[in-house]
């Protein structure tokens, strides 16, 4: 699958290579910035299939726990969806240009492994049906350095979830009937980027390479698990693993490359491939989340989670990686 997905952005790297500068270049679903002679809008609407194999994952590890103790709890799983783009960019007469954008990702539901590693034993491991769902927001001052090449700085939201539920057991039990695990990622990436554009086949198709970054992600991330027949935290058996803090630590990167063609009445339609990777990280004392008579911690069920939980602080990672290739449509104003 990866490599029918890596196939687009070959062949449109290629096209660049062979093909003369030109003063024009386009940020719309996987594109840059362009120089106008007036000011006007360009709206755009894109549609693209997202996947990638093992595409999220998440980990909680804190070794070194009494015998018997999670010393680490994986949940991975593949991404499968369709995304939907909406952007709106406003060019002047100068080099520097605007884009807002917001998007959506419907995922499939797919089969999570979790595996949790027990401290002096083997591990322990389980499926869950897992229910992704994201989406986010985007805003970025593109300039044109000269005709073919434009830098970018942008502030990126996203936000990813997923529910799981149904797992194959209960750890200790045939059936975790009542077993349930959440997790919430909400993330900022002020990025920087550079953005390359050509024209192939004279004033035909306008074709452009991008790559955008940042080594600073910061943000919250939440996750919590209910295990009815009980794990053991710190030497302590406890009903679920509540895990949550802010990060400041993690990662932003996104490739693309687009083409596209310039119809009647201000219309364009275009074509693109994008791999984007995020990840996050930070400490979290699971003994933060604890029952306090103030403030009770429940699941989803309604039951409350017993008090005392250790404080034992695990390490937290969460990554998710995607490859998208899709189509967009846009008019200009």
């Not at 491991?125 to 992704?132: G, N, V």
Request: proline residues 5%; glycine residues 12%; contains cysteine.
């Amino acid at each position: 699958m990866q490599k029918v997905l890596v196939a687009p952005l070959v062949i449109v790297a290629a096209l660049c290579l062979m093909a003369p500068a030109t003063a024009s270049a386009q940020m719309g679903s996987g594109g840059a910035a362009e120089v106008f002679s007036w000011f006007r809008w360009d709206f755009s609407l894109s549609a693209s299939y997202v996947a990638h194999r093992n595409g999220a994952s998440l980990s909680l590890s804190a070794p070194g726990q009494p015998t018997g103790s999670v010393a680490q709890l994986q949940q991975q799983f593949d991404l499968r969806g369709i995304a939907l783009e909406g952007t709106a960019q406003l060019r002047g007469r100068g080099p520097l240009g605007i884009r807002l954008g917001g998007n959506y990702t419907y995922y499939a539901s797919q089969p999570s492994l979790e595996t949790v590693q027990v401290e002096g034993s083997s591990a322990l491991s389980r499926t869950w049906d897992a229910r992704p769902q994201g989406g986010g927001a985007d805003g970025a001052l593109t300039y044109d350095v000269n005709p073919a090449l434009a830098t970018v700085l942008g502030l990126r939201y996203e936000n990813f979830q997923a529910n799981f539920i149904s797992p194959s057991s209960g750890f200790g039990a045939a059936v975790g009937l009542l077993d349930t695990a959440t997790v919430t990622i909400n993330s900022w990436a002020p990025y920087v980027g550079l953005v390359y554009g050509r024209v192939v086949g004279g004033p035909g198709i306008n074709v452009h390479l991008g790559i955008l970054g940042t080594p600073w992600v910061l943000g919250s991330i939440d996750y919590l698990e209910t295990v009815e027949s009980l794990l053991s935290i710190g030497g302590v058996a406890v009903s679920g693993i509540p895990a949550s803090n802010e990060f400041v630590q993690g990662y932003f990167v996104e490739a693309f490359a687009n083409c596209s063609v310039v119809s009647i009445w201000g219309m364009h339609l275009g074509a693109f491939a994008k791999y984007q990777t995020t990840r996050a990280a930070c400490n979290a004392n699971v003994g933060e989340r604890s029952y306090f008579p103030q403030r009770p911690v429940i699941d989803v069920f309604g039951n409350r989670l017993p008090p005392g939980i250790p404080s034992v602080i695990y390490k937290f990672d969460f990554h998710k990686q995607n490859w998208s290739v899709g189509g967009q449509v846009g008019v200009v104003f």
